[in-house]
């Protein structure tokens, strides 16, 4: 697909550098990336009349599954930059970015209310009756529904990651007098934690905790982090909360955890497979809250994405470098 831009007196000339918008703005949004980027053709994939010439892209805001692979294993590509609309970037080969020196930034600090929200959303579910009280209304019953129902305040709570959301789940969650810990690569202090510990004593702390709430990235070290061995130094009758990346579950590990203890309850937002494989047993698990990766979601979430990239449109073209979120592509996050 081949754009031209016309020179004054008729004849063709070399075609602007493209910012390819995978993710769909509105006009007024396009506008301002526009105003920020003269020197740009801005395409929008969602028009369906527009061509251009794939080489040209320049920059990518979204990913296209199918042309950014492409234009990685494409000698004559122009692609400098790409801006992740995730925080996690585990699906990107990152390998072929560091070989094309091609920048990549993500969408940390976008989802840190949303998924905080979520996780005492569920965890509040959990320790008031509220699942199983939906399922009583179900049948027009005016009943307890068999719970033991506790207090969420007093609880003590291992946050697996201690970024921008973990922080903020953090602060939310002392609010309601959870006792915070936190799990980090080396254990160094955190806002918002009592204490922080290094993933390679994880198995020590998680023993004492009544919940654990994973919010890694995915990386080589955390992998198939909760396995069998994990999830059996957990607290007995604890609560595993998924909001990280899929693949740091071992499935049918954490599926025997909730079966024969120790674990009494898992909410899953995030899986190894996705979508979630109808004959998994989760689904049928009476113990376990599933819901579809959506506890990133947010109104706003557009503007706040294009905040971030409008602050590293203006250093990338300024000089060549980003201002907010670059990813670190040896260690993957």
Known sequence: MDLFIE??????????????????????QIDRIKAAAEEYQIIDTHDSAVSYQEEDIQIMLGW????????????????????????????????????????????????????????????????????QA????????????????RQLSGQSMLIVGTGNIGQQLASFAQGLKIRTYGINSSGHPSPGFLECYSQKNMNRIIKDMD??????????????????????????????????RGRSVKTDDLVQALENGPIAFAALDVFEEEPLPKDSPLWTMENVLITPHISGMTDGFKEKLLAIFLTNLASFINEGTLKQNQVNLERGY
């Open 64 to 131: 296209d599954k199918e042309l950014g692979p492409r234009l990685l294993n494409n000698p004559n590509s122009k692609l400098k930059w790409v801006q992740s609309i995730s925080a996690g970037v585990d699906s990107y080969d990152l390998s072929a970015f560091e070989e094309r020196n091609i920048l990549l930034s993500n969408g940390s600090g976008i989802h840190t209310i949303s998924i905080s929200e979520h996780v005492l959303g569920v965890l509040l579910a959990r320790y008031r009756g509220l699942l």
């Open 211 to 244: 919940i654990v709430v994973n919010i890694l990235p995915l990386t080589e070290a955390t992998y198939y982090l909760y396995n069998e061995e994990m999830f059996q130094s957990m607290k007995e009758n604890s609560i595993f909360i998924n909001v990280g």
């Open 7 to 28: 020179s004054e007196k008729g004849g063709p000339t070399v075609s602007k550098p493209i910012i390819l918008l995978k993710e769909k703005f509105k006009p007024d």
């Open 134 to 149: 939906a399922t009583v209304q179900q049948d027009k019953q005016w009943k307890d529904a068999s719970v033991d129902y």
